[in-house]
């Protein structure tokens, strides 16, 4: 019997990126065995056109049994494609056997990729696109004059495409990882509690 509670932040529609947020509360004695199943789920949904990568972890002060799985995909075709999958669907319907209570699953899609899904609201668009457009603006100015001086050499499309390439790397892996945990408080609604 599948028990999942899904909501969705996206039209079926929507184009760009699709993540998926998971999270379980796994039945006692079943911690293990789940992390062995979300390295199946890893493995198989790799193997999937439009896989863009998977994180596991267990919320900060969070019971041992809480676990947050994050699945993302270059678009909503992609995730479906594998969700409906033969594997897919039985690597989904092992995993809901090992829940003691219904699964919550959160799909969003867009700039949300970029932000780390801690909260069950995703921060508003505009908030996003400031932090972004922000965030991108100081990025290039801090890095214009010392990748001019270091490529000047090369072709300007160069010089670019590895300006942009090591812009995005920064903000995907430490700009806004850290950014989304300062910020927080104002890009996210907070659940209460939690403030």
Do not use: C
């Not at 890893?42 to 896989?51: F, I």
């Not at 669907?89 to 949300?112: C, F, K, Q, V, Y």
Request: aromatic share 10%; charged share 20%.
């Amino acid at each position: 019997m599948k028990v999942r509670l899904v909501s969705f932040n996206m039209t079926h529609a929507d184009s760009g990126p699709v993540t998926v947020v998971i999270r379980r509360r796994i039945k006692r004695g079943f911690s293990k065995a789940y992390e062995q199943l979300e390295k199946e789920i890893s493995t198989d949904a790799a193997a999937y056109e439009g896989y863009l990568g998977s994180t596991f972890l267990r919320p900060e002060g969070g019971d041992e049994r809480d676990f947050v799985t994050i699945v993302r995909f270059a678009s909503y075709q992609n995730m479906t494609q594998w969700e409906q999958s033969k594997t897919g669907t039985a690597l989904i319907n092992r995993a809901d056997a090992m829940s003691e209570i219904p699964a919550t699953i959160r799909r969003t899609a867009g700039l949300s990729l970029w932000f780390t899904p801690r909260y069950s609201a995703s921060p508003q668009r505009w908030k996003m696109v400031l932090l972004l457009t922000v965030s991108i603006f100081i990025l290039a100015e801090l890095m214009a004059p010392v990748l001019d001086s270091a490529l000047r050499l090369l072709p300007q499309p160069i010089v670019l495409f590895v300006s942009l390439a090591i812009q995005v790397a920064l903000l995907t892996y430490i700009v806004l990882p850290w950014l989304t945990r300062v910020l927080s408080k104002w890009l996210y609604t907070m659940p209460r509690g939690e403030e």
